[in-house]
């Protein structure tokens, strides 16, 4: 079995990276994906709605898992990078409704302009 590169169904194929890869480990799959931003066709998507935003990034996140036969229910690990750490208390809700069931571990990040 060998790596199988992961594009969600509607997304354009990139030409330099991959939305996601599924590498094979003895009979189980791992799955690794890009970061995903609130962003479509290069355009922001809800430009200062950081609740519409979150949604937007784990529905693309949900949508490039299921490409590769998964789901967020099996995530183990993840990482957001935030603006403004202030707003943790808005994406939180999100992100707990999301990850309800696999609870991974998790790292929050806040980065400057």
């Not at 490039?64 to 809700?93: H, T």
Request: charged share 25%; hydrophobic share 35%; glycine share 8%.
């Amino acid at each position: 079995m060998k790596n199988k590169i992961l594009t969600p169904e509607g997304a354009k194929s990139k030409k330099t990276y991959s939305h996601g890869i599924s590498v094979p480990l003895g009979d189980k799959e791992m799955i690794f994906m890009t970061g995903q931003i609130a962003a479509k066709n290069g355009e922001a998507v809800a430009p200062g709605d950081i609740e519409k935003q979150t949604e937007y990034v784990f529905n693309a996140i949900n949508d490039i898992l299921k490409a590769g036969g998964s789901s967020l229910n099996d995530v183990v690990k993840a990482v957001i990078y935030m603006k403004d750490v202030g707003d943790f208390s808005k994406i939180s809700p999100i992100r707990n409704k999301y990850f309800e069931k696999s609870k991974p571990a998790s790292t929050l990040i806040e980065i400057s302009n």
